[in-house]
Nanobody, 123 residues
């Protein structure tokens, strides 16, 4: 499975961006897809996750109510809608895919990773 993330850019605080992650290769409706981010000098942190087939979604407390993850299995694409962006959201954002039902917030559980897309939020 290969993942290609896109949609990052520069936005002012309070603005919005939508990230996309296209998956190629064999995926299964039981896969979990997630978004993580890594700021300068920081560890990679969980942002949001969802199942391909729908169902429960999970968010980090820092983005809850502002970010929305959605997955379109027919298009093999997962999205991250980011609203009310803050300067502290500035990071490289990575999409990832997990197969096996592990803990959704643990990056070590994810088997496949995209290359990352930079989001910069100016104050």
């Amino acid at each position: 499975v290969q993942l290609q993330a896109s949609g990052g850019g520069l936005v002012q605080a309070g603005g919005s961006l939508r990230l996309s992650c296209a998956a190629s290769g064999r995926t299964f409706s039981s896969d979990r897809v997630g978004w993580f981010r890594q700021g300068p000098g920081k560890e990679r942190e969980f942002v949001a996750s969802a199942w391909w087939f729908g169902g429960n979604t999970y968010y980090a407390d820092s983005v809850k109510g502002r970010f929305t993850i959605s997955a379109d299995y027919n298009r093999n694409t997962v999205y991250l809608q980011m609203d009310s962006l803050k300067p502290e959201d500035t990071s490289v954002y990575y999409c990832a895919l997990e197969r096996g039902g592990g803990y959704w917030a643990d990056p070590a559980q994810y088997h496949y990773w995209g290359q990352g897309t930079l989001v910069t939020v100016s104050s």
